[in-house]
């Protein structure tokens, strides 16, 4: 049986130090999801290179950025809309952090500027019960240690989306509507390595806020069960059922 690749929609990129020792947004995504690179449909979307048609995919990831999502950029309006049509069409997405809130958006939810402020670090996420069945979450015992980098937050699920973990700064970590869509808060693509590199260049502007990052540097560490998500990705969307998600109540 043959695939079409899975596309990674590139919101934007890396800080430079982390870019210089250790790749971009797409390399860390495809090695997560153990493709080769003609496995994966590299778009950049924050450049305005066009959108694929939706037939000619398995499956899309939609990557963070470093803009905001409230800005209505027309590249992210344009995403938006592409987004909403091939969840109705079933193709299994994944939005990440930029892309979680952008996804949300684009099933009719809604994202701003956390009320509680910047959430970096390693931080533990609550699995809620509705992610002990689930394709991406399910089977992980205890809470999940997540890297995390971001100030805007999903502040209002779509309709119909199930809520599947959240943390003491965000109840919004992770969501699924239908059967192949998900929206993480979390970046499962990053490890503790990448995350010290963010806290280390943006540590200024993150201290300017009252935050500790010398504790957060302390207190970084990796969790395997969080790389496992994108590989289990992969096995949903090379071998999804096209009608899954409208079969399964999505709007």
């Known amino acids: 049986m043959s695939h079409g690749p899975i596309a990674i929609f590139v919101c934007g990129t890396t800080v430079p130090p982390v870019k210089e020792r250790r790749g971009d947004f797409a390399d860390w995504f495809r090695s997560g999801l153990g493709l080769d690179p003609a496995g994966v449909l590299v778009v950049d979307v924050e450049g305005g290179e066009a959108l694929p048609a939706v037939e000619q995919l398995s499956g899309c990831v939609v990557t963070g950025s470093s803009a905001m999502v409230t800005d209505g950029l027309a590249w992210s309006l344009a995403m938006e809309r592409w987004l909403t049509a091939a969840h109705g069409r079933g193709l299994p997405i994944l939005g990440v952090c930029y892309g979680h809130q952008a ?149």
């Open 103 to 251: 996804l949300a958006r684009a099933l009719g939810g809604a994202a701003d500027w956390n009320p509680a402020g910047r959430e970096v670090g390693a931080v533990a996420l609550d699995l809620l019960e509705a992610a002990e069945d689930d394709a991406l979450l399910g089977d992980f015992s205890g809470p999940l240690i997540a890297q995390e980098s971001h100030s805007q937050s999903v502040t209002e699920l779509p309709p119909g989306a199930i809520l599947l973990a959240r943390s003491e700064l965000d109840p919004h970590q992770a969501f699924r509507v239908g059967a192949s869509t998900w929206g993480l808060q979390f970046h499962p693509e990053f490890d503790a390595d990448i995350t010290r590199g963010y806290l280390e260049h943006r540590r200024e502007s993150i201290e300017a806020e009252g935050i500790d990052v010398g504790a957060l540097l302390e207190r970084l560490r990796d969790d395997d069960r969080a790389t496992q998500i994108l590989a289990r990705f992969r096995a949903v969307a090379l071998g999804r059922d096209l009608g899954a998600n409208q079969a399964q109540g999505a709007h």
